[in-house]
């Protein structure tokens, strides 16, 4: 069982940065890919970025790439998401998520354990 907590989130103007966090409960958090994803009102969950166990291979969705950054310390069972030059339409509920066959997936299916979201807010 894997426990999913997020933090970091809040209102910010455009073009400011925010760091979201997520810390992991559990064994063998260093197995486990982890994902970022949002979703905004009226629209279906997407993916945002995803860091393999390691942290050695990345992948984004195209509409943050060059903005955010994922990445994680495994010693604190933490991932976290830089995010700069943000935009109003970066407005959204951000999950993590964890995936234990460790496959940094695009697919929110392929994730197993999710977190509870955190508000991001972006005025412009």
């Known amino acids: 069982q894997v426990q999913l907590v997020e933090s970091g989130g809040g209102l910010v103007q455009a073009g400011d940065s925010l760091r979201l966090s997520c810390a992991a409960s559990g064994r063998a958090f260093s197995a486990y890919a982890m994902g970022w994803f949002r979703q905004a009102p009226g629209k279906e969950r997407e993916f945002v970025a995803t860091?393999?166990?390691?942290?050695?291979?990345?992948r984004y969705a195209g509409s943050v790439k060059g903005r955010f950054t994922i990445s994680r310390d495994n010693a604190r069972n933490t991932v976290f998401l830089q995010m700069n030059s943000l935009k109003p339409e970066d407005t959204a509920v951000y999950y993590c998520a964890a995936d234990q066959q460790n496959r940094i997936l695009a697919s929110s299916e392929g994730y197993g354990y999710w977190g509870q979201g955190t508000q991001v807010t972006i005025s412009s």
């Open positions: 860091i393999s166990g390691s942290g050695d291979f990345t």
